[in-house]
């Protein structure tokens, strides 16, 4: 074989072993892009929790990434409890520093633990705990997401329907009042539920929505969420056309149908994925005593939606 052919031999052969190493650097990178989470635990790690029903990765991917990125010694986990009294005493007696409660638990909670915030005894519905030294505080931070999203989407003070009367529809319906809805319709098939959340929020109450066409919308049942409800509209069109805002606390998908129908129709949207990251960031905060900055929050909520 002569020079020339040995020295392009070798030039390919460095050139493919260049783009080799090239191609296990990308992977790498995007592995650690996927999980980026390494964690040592030690004797001193605190961890943190989620009971739900139907655990998602959400809270997992941003409560995790936010402890690496500040180099905090916590870990995350969910769990799907099948015995809620002994999950809740676990906290307590492993010195568990925090859960979050999600679906069916909010309210049944309620009577496990030591004390209530002021809103979460107002709203009866919970989905935060702190264990301090072994006493369990309960918080809600759905209702300060609803909260600060009416105002960063300027949502005007305007009649509403809201279809929903669970721990959710609580904090919701509260967040709404308190921050100065005033004229309220909880459209609840559940008679009972929807009367009593209707009452202590000083709204009015229907079965179904009928011919009303209030300016804002408010989902918070399942209906749009992954699973058997995937494609369900909770307003029907003539409704999201009639209206100026809907808002579908419903975070998986984000893009739920409710959502993509009043898009389609340029109405102003709000999100379940908001609410999602906002209140996983108030829960953050109770945790850990530490805020991060807007940028660490907006790459932490960014890394959870990716999962």
């Known amino acids: 074989m002569s020079k020339f052919y040995v020295r392009c031999a ?5 050139f493919i072993g260049a783009q080799h190493t ?9 592995v650690w892009r996927k999980h980026p989470m390494s964690v040592t635990a030690n004797r001193e790690t605190l961890l943190c929790m989620s009971m739900a029903a139907r655990p998602g990765n959400f809270g997992v991917r ?3 990434h936010l402890y690496q990125q500040l180099g905090l010694n916590f870990y995350y986990k969910t769990f799907s409890p099948n015995d809620l009294a002994a999950a809740v005493a676990g906290i307590r ?7 979050a409660v999600s679906m069916p638990f909010k309210e049944a909670c309620i009577e496990l633990v030591d004390e209530l915030d002021a809103s979460a005894a107002a709203i009866r519905s919970i989905n935060t705990i702190v264990n301090t030294d072994g006493h369990l505080k309960a918080f809600n931070t759905d209702y300060i997401a609803v909260a600060q999203l009416m105002e ?9 329907a809201l279809r929903g009367s669970g721990g959710m ?6 967040a709404l009042r308190d921050a100065g809805f005033t004229e309220g319709l909880i459209v609840a098939r559940n008679e009972q539920a929807g009367r009593r959340l209707a009452e202590a929020c000083g709204f009015r109450w229907q079965a179904e929505l009928g011919s009303a066409r209030p300016p804002l919308l408010v989902n918070v049942t399942p209906l749009g969420m992954q699973g058997a409800q995937a494609d369900e509209l909770s307003f029907d069109l003539q409704a999201i056309d009639a209206a100026e805002t ?10 739920t149908p409710l959502i993509q129908a009043a898009r389609r129709l340029g109405k102003r949207v709000v999100s379940g994925d908001e609410v999602a990251a ?9 945790y850990t005593g530490v805020r991060p900055t807007d940028e660490q929050y907006q790459q932490a909520a960014a890394f959870a939606r990716a999962g």
């Open 152 to 160: 960063s989407h300027a949502v005007p003070r305007s009649a509403f």
């Open 10 to 14: 070798a030039r390919i052969l460095a």
């Open 169 to 174: 529809a609580k904090a919701v319906a509260f």
């Open 93 to 99: 007696s492993l010195g568990i520093r925090g859960s």
């Open 278 to 286: 906002i209140q996983a960031l108030e829960q953050f905060v109770l």
């Open 22 to 30: 090239l191609l296990s650097k990308i992977q790498a990178i995007t």
């Open 246 to 255: 809907v808002f579908d606390v419903v975070a998986t998908p984000a893009d």
């Open 62 to 64: 941003f409560h995790n």
